[in-house]
């Protein structure tokens, strides 16, 4: 029955993962068509940085280096349209196969990345990832099962009874009945000794393979709070500070390049660090939703890095 009980908790260790599994997928989905609307964002800007430029260069206030430099960084996008449309249909493939169905099957959805800071901390994640862990679950199962073991270990002492009876035909001849009671006596002690000090061993070990684990997925759920907490610390400055300062850099180097104050490669430079920054931003709230979904998973294993900087 025990061991019954561990296979269950492999079973419950598959439905963790596979659940983990699509929540990365679905959150890597929604930050490959994230980037897939910032580049085209960012095309209809360079496009309008274009008709700036070529009205400079047509009254002679500019030069034809800024209007190709621009055609370039028009072309460019194409490149990374393709690269981010080629990225929503693996994640979409992938989520596909986690629930079975085919690889092109359409996966509508209109949810945008945002920030959800975990809730809690460590000691309370802790214990919570302590009752759903499936390899605590099955440690535990395990000492049960080596208590019992030793139990049985024990009544190996005790003599073993036995009761018999038989009754045979004897055609024309009286019946015969016979009776008999049995006692058999454990004379090998010593080899009943080592059997219990055996399974007293076992349990010493699966008890100290529990702490183990304990710390094992302590550790983790403090790794993985680490990672959250610092992500929403980081995207809050790149929202609330970065982000809108870049915005205005571009506005002022824009217009600052309309009046022939800066060159064009002010220009450049503010609208490229935009959408850089952007981009780490987006990767930042995917990357922060996909740690949520290893704590939630409460897996042993390592979890993914944090997205750095641009």
Request: charged share 25%.
């Given at each position: 029955?025990?061991?019954?009980?561990q296979?269950?908790?492999?079973?419950?260790?598959v439905?963790?993962?596979?659940?983990?599994a699509?929540k990365?997928?679905?959150f890597?989905?929604?930050l490959?068509r994230?980037?897939?609307d910032?580049?085209?964002?960012q095309?209809?800007n360079?496009?309008?940085?274009?008709?700036?430029?070529?009205?400079?260069?047509?009254v002679?206030?500019?030069?034809q280096q800024?209007?190709?430099?621009?055609?370039?960084?028009?072309?460019?996008?194409?490149?990374f349209?393709?690269?981010?449309?080629?990225?929503?249909?693996i994640r979409r493939?992938?989520?596909n196969?986690l629930?079975?169905?085919a690889p092109d099957?359409?996966?509508?959805?209109s949810?945008?990345?945002?920030?959800?800071?975990?809730q809690?901390?460590?000691?309370?994640?802790f214990?919570?990832?302590?009752?759903?862990?499936?390899?605590?679950?099955a440690?535990?199962?395990?000492?049960?099962?080596?208590?019992l073991?030793?139990?049985?270990?024990?009544?190996?002492?005790k003599?073993?009874?036995?009761?018999q009876s038989?009754y045979?035909?004897?055609?024309g001849l009286?019946?015969?009945?016979?009776a008999?009671?049995?006692?058999?006596v454990?004379?090998y002690?010593?080899?009943?000794?080592?059997g219990?000090?055996?399974?007293?061993?076992?349990?010493?070990?699966?008890?100290?393979a529990?702490?183990?684990?304990?710390?094992q997925?302590?550790?983790?759920?403090?790794?993985?709070?680490?990672?959250l907490k610092?992500?929403?610390k980081?995207a809050?400055?790149?929202?609330?500070g970065?982000?809108?300062?870049?915005?205005?850099?571009?506005?002022?180097a824009?217009?600052?390049y309309?009046t022939g104050?800066?060159?064009?490669i002010?220009?450049?430079?503010?609208?490229?660090?935009?959408?850089?920054?952007?981009t780490?931003?987006?990767r930042l709230?995917?990357n922060?939703?996909q740690?949520?979904?290893s704590?939630?998973?409460a897996?042993l294993?390592a979890?993914?890095a944090?997205?750095?900087?641009?």
């Amino acid at each position: 029955s025990r061991a019954a009980d561990q296979v269950e908790q492999q079973t419950e260790r598959v439905k963790r993962d596979v659940a983990a599994a699509v929540k990365r997928a679905y959150f890597g989905l929604l930050l490959s068509r994230s980037l897939l609307d910032l580049i085209r964002d960012q095309e209809e800007n360079w496009k309008q940085i274009e008709a700036v430029a070529r009205s400079r260069y047509a009254v002679g206030l500019g030069a034809q280096q800024d209007v190709l430099r621009v055609q370039v960084e028009v072309t460019r996008i194409q490149q990374f349209q393709a690269e981010q449309e080629a990225e929503i249909y693996i994640r979409r493939a992938e989520i596909n196969r986690l629930l079975s169905r085919a690889p092109d099957a359409p996966l509508e959805t209109s949810a945008q990345l945002t920030l959800r800071p975990v809730q809690g901390e460590v000691q309370q994640l802790f214990e919570w990832a302590s009752e759903v862990s499936p390899e605590v679950s099955a440690a535990r199962i395990e000492a049960e099962r080596g208590s019992l073991a030793i139990n049985l270990a024990k009544r190996e002492f005790k003599p073993d009874f036995s009761a018999q009876s038989a009754y045979m035909n004897r055609r024309g001849l009286p019946p015969m009945w016979q009776a008999g009671i049995g006692i058999s006596v454990p004379i090998y002690r010593k080899k009943l000794r080592a059997g219990v000090a055996e399974a007293e061993a076992q349990l010493s070990s699966t008890q100290s393979a529990i702490e183990s684990i304990r710390l094992q997925l302590r550790f983790r759920t403090q790794e993985r709070l680490t990672q959250l907490k610092t992500t929403e610390k980081v995207a809050t400055l790149y929202g609330e500070g970065i982000l809108p300062q870049d915005r205005m850099s571009v506005e002022a180097a824009l217009a600052n390049y309309q009046t022939g104050k800066v060159p064009f490669i002010a220009v450049l430079e503010a609208i490229t660090t935009l959408y850089n920054d952007r981009t780490t931003h987006l990767r930042l709230l995917a990357n922060h939703e996909q740690t949520l979904a290893s704590l939630e998973e409460a897996s042993l294993d390592a979890s993914s890095a944090m997205v750095a900087g641009a």
